[in-house]
């Protein structure tokens, strides 16, 4: 045992060299960041719970083509989560949620979501809020998005200056510019120092917004005086739209 530790410690040491054998300080941190939080610690207790790979047990698939099943039943639906979905251990449960939110299954992950915030074991996550927010976004659930977004601010969640800029740019791409700003003026209220690679993820998604990408435009060259942001030709929009219309002629 003692030789497979130091083993493990050899390598890990050697790894950390290779890792910061790049004098850039970004560098090193986002370096040590993906080391630290790669699938060779999943099994790390300190690891987020929503953030550790969730894999389909028998129980759990089985669980999963019932609600699917019942899904037009609103009451048998009820019935069948009250009495077996709330039984299901720890794992299961965040497993079906996972699948469910990567087929886009709107309804039955709203359902879930209610679920797993009432166990005894729940903890507000970021990453629990962040994935139904990507999920909701993609699916262009304005309604959804408003009472997930309510939640997470009832309990405090608070999401990184990269979680953020993710957020707004998921939500652009939908289509959802209105909802997208909302989360933008949030993400200026936080208390995390802003950093500039979330803004330059949010002004490329603000392309097609020209008048909302000149807001944000402005703030971050007030935030980082010394920076330059990439415009692209003002007509480069206008060129593709014109391509769409008369490819839909």
Known sequence: MRRLTCSFLGKTSATIRLLLHDTSTENQSLALFRFYTSGSTSSSPSLSIWRRKKEMTKEGLIAAKELKRLQSNHIRLDRFIRSHISRLLKSDLLSVLAEFQRQDQVFLSMKLYDVVRK????????????????????????????????????????????????????????????????????????????????????????????????????????????????????????????????ESE
């Open 119 to 246: 166990e005894i074991w729940y903890r507000p996550d970021m990453f629990f809020f962040r994935d139904m927010l990507m999920m909701l976004a993609r699916n262009k659930k304005v309604d959804e998005s408003r009472r997930v977004w309510e939640d997470l601010k009832r309990e405090e969640v608070l999401f990184d200056q990269h979680t953020f800029g993710d957020l707004v740019r998921a939500y652009l791409d939908s289509g959802l510019p209105s909802e997208a700003m909302d989360i933008y003026d949030e993400m200026r209220r936080s208390p995390d120092p802003p950093l500039s690679l979330p803004f330059r993820v949010i002004l490329k998604g603000l392309l097609p917004y020209p008048e909302l990408r000149e807001k944000v435009k402005d703030d971050f060259l007030e935030l980082f005086p010394n920076m330059i942001v990439y415009d692209p030709p003002e007509d480069l929009f206008g060129d593709q739209e014109s391509q769409r219309e008369s």
